[in-house]
């Protein structure tokens, strides 16, 4: 498939994304779903990738659903939007959270809507000290969705998640990082060096490691923790058998810096 509205593309270990409809704040459209849909896919089936950027075309990351897609001439049927948070928004976020590799988002301006909640989704969210972050959906009457409502309250409690939910205001990349809801803001100078530093980090890292930390820190949202220790247990085990583990033990002892190949 070629792409029009993201550029894709992947090479040392780094695949990087770019949402690329920047006269429209980067916002989604079906096209672009069929887009990261698929390019989502090569990423998960090519072992050699080890790190996902996700990022934003312009001077926004997404402005959420392109809402041009949705006027309804008076008369005409209601566009079924259970219908595109099923084909379009549910896979995409659960895509994000499946892969078995670390997602950084690089938040570059504002993220609005589906946008924000689309990063938020992501594993490591850094965002530039000019970016913002709203949940717009309440401006035009519509819940927060890609998971807003999951991630919000874990994020940063449920009275937060209320208040932005419900007033639609928008959180500085600041105040995002202070409250919880980003790992990082950035300076805008130094924001392309910090993400590139750490895509880099990342592809170097012990990648089936990093993934079991991803599968087990999600899976803590919903289980006891008798049952969190029972799946520690059993990443360990099989962690404990994989070739970045004896390397790291190894490196450890020689007093060298290790070489994780991601097996
Ligand atoms: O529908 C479904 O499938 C259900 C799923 C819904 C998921 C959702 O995401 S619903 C929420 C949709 N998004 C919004 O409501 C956000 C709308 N945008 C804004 O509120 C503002 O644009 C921003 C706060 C994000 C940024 O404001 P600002 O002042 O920096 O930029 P701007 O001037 O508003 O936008 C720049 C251009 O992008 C502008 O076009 P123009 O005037 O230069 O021709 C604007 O119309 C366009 N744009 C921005 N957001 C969208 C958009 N065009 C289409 N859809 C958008 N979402």
């Known amino acids: 498939m070629s ?15 770019t949402l690329d409809r920047p006269d429209r704040l ?13 390019a989502l896919g090569r990423i998960a089936g090519d072992g050699d ?14 402005a959420g659903q392109d809402l041009a897609d949705r006027a309804v001439a ?10 595109s ?4 928004y549910r896979p995409l976020v659960l895509a994000l959270r499946a892969l078995a590799l670390p997602v950084v988002c690089a938040v570059n301006g504002v993220a609005a809507g589906a946008g924000a909640n689309v990063a938020l989704a992501c594993d490591i969210v850094v965002a ?9 959906f309440c401006r035009i009457g519509l819940v927060p969705d890609a998971g807003g409502t999951f991630l919000l309250p874990r994020l940063v409690g449920s009275a937060r998640a209320m208040g932005l939910a419900m007033l639609g205001d928008k959180l500085t990349a600041e105040q995002a990082e202070q409250w ?12 392309a060096s910090t993400v590139e530093a750490l895509v880099e980090q990342l592809a170097q890292a012990p990648t089936r490691g990093l993934a079991a930390i991803k599968r087990a820190l999600h899976a803590s949202a919903d ?3 008798e049952q969190q220790l029972a799946l520690e247990r059993d990443a360990q085990r099989d962690l404990g058998q994989s070739a970045d583990y004896r390397e790291g033990v190894a490196a450890f002892l020689a007093k060298r810096a290790p070489a994780f190949t991601g097996r």
């Not at 008076?74 to 219908?83: E, R």
């Not at 919880?180 to 924001?191: M, N, P, S, T």
């Open 49 to 62: 990738v080890r790190v996902l950027l996700l990022t934003g075309a312009g001077r926004g990351f997404c």
């Open 26 to 38: 980067n916002s989604f459209t079906t096209q672009m779903h069929a887009e990261l849909r698929d």
């Open 85 to 88: 948070i099923e084909n379009n």
């Open 180 to 191: 919880g809801l980003i790992w990082k803001c950035v300076d805008d100078a130094q924001f």
């Open 223 to 225: 289980n006891s923790l």
């Open 74 to 83: 008076p008369g005409d049927a209601p566009i079924d939007l259970g219908a």
């Open 3 to 17: 792409y029009e509205q993201i550029r894709f593309e992947s090479s040392g270990g780094i695949a990087r994304i």
């Open 128 to 136: 530039t000290r000019s970016a913002s972050f709203l949940q717009a």
